[in-house]
């Protein structure tokens, strides 16, 4: 495939998988209520992560980033309230938070344009993970996590990854495979291999399950 062909197709489809990221943890928060395991820090900065992005995509004109990041920060807005109210956090702290940012978002792009917002938005996206990754290495219960969530984040870190990779865009790179990396520690934890192999070899999933983790489960026998 021709690379003016394949580079906006792997963004559209980065864009896609990114849109999808947020759902399924807006969705567990609204059927069970448990935001156990849950980083409100996280959640806040993840919105100002996608606020940033969305800014340095318009900056390019970037299809991509714009597609990925409008709603993106629509469901990482729900996803701030909806944590707020089950972990009992006052939501004003994510209201300071977003005020002190605008500003360094609006001075980044004085002195230095998209290429310092980019440098911003990736800083961002980089510490927006480790208080979720603290606490998904703790004890406490991570029952409010939504695996689906992870497994996309992941999904679309590796398309971000390749689409900056071939656009020449490192902060795109260098942000896309850091998070995926982190948010395979917190699937991790949230989701054994052991107990997902156990899981599936029992019919989790049915016959595809099995016929997945057969080959693992022969090794290890």
């Not at 938005?121 to 606490?135: F, G």
Request: hydrophobic share 55%; with cysteine; glycine share 12%.
């Amino acid at each position: 495939m021709p690379l003016d062909v394949l580079i906006p197709s792997l963004g559209l489809a980065a864009a896609a998988v990114g849109i999808a990221t947020g759902v399924p943890q807006i969705v567990r928060l609204l059927r069970s209520g448990d935001a156990s395991g849950l980083s409100f820090s996280s959640s806040v900065l993840g919105a100002l992560a996608s606020g940033t992005w969305l800014a340095y995509g318009l900056l390019l004109l970037d299809p991509a980033q714009v597609l990925a990041n409008a709603p993106g920060l629509a469901c990482a807005v729900v996803t701030v309230v909806l944590a707020g109210r089950r972990l009992g956090v006052p939501l004003r702290r994510a209201g300071a938070a977003a005020a002190a940012w605008v500003p360094l978002g609006v001075g980044a792009h004085l002195a230095g344009g998209a290429a310092l917002v980019g440098v911003l938005a990736t800083v961002v996206s980089l510490v927006r993970m480790l208080p979720q990754v603290r606490t998904a290495l703790g004890r406490g219960s991570l029952a409010g996590l939504a695996p689906g969530t992870f497994v996309l984040t992941q999904l679309s870190a590796v398309l971000w990854t390749a689409y900056g990779a071939l656009t020449a865009q490192p902060s795109v790179v260098v942000c896309s495979a850091a998070s995926a990396v982190l948010a395979g520690v917190v699937l991790a934890r949230r989701c054994p291999p052991r107990h997902v192999v156990r899981s599936l070899h029992a019919g989790r999933l049915g016959g595809p399950g099995r016929l997945l983790v057969r080959p693992v489960v022969a090794l290890a026998a």
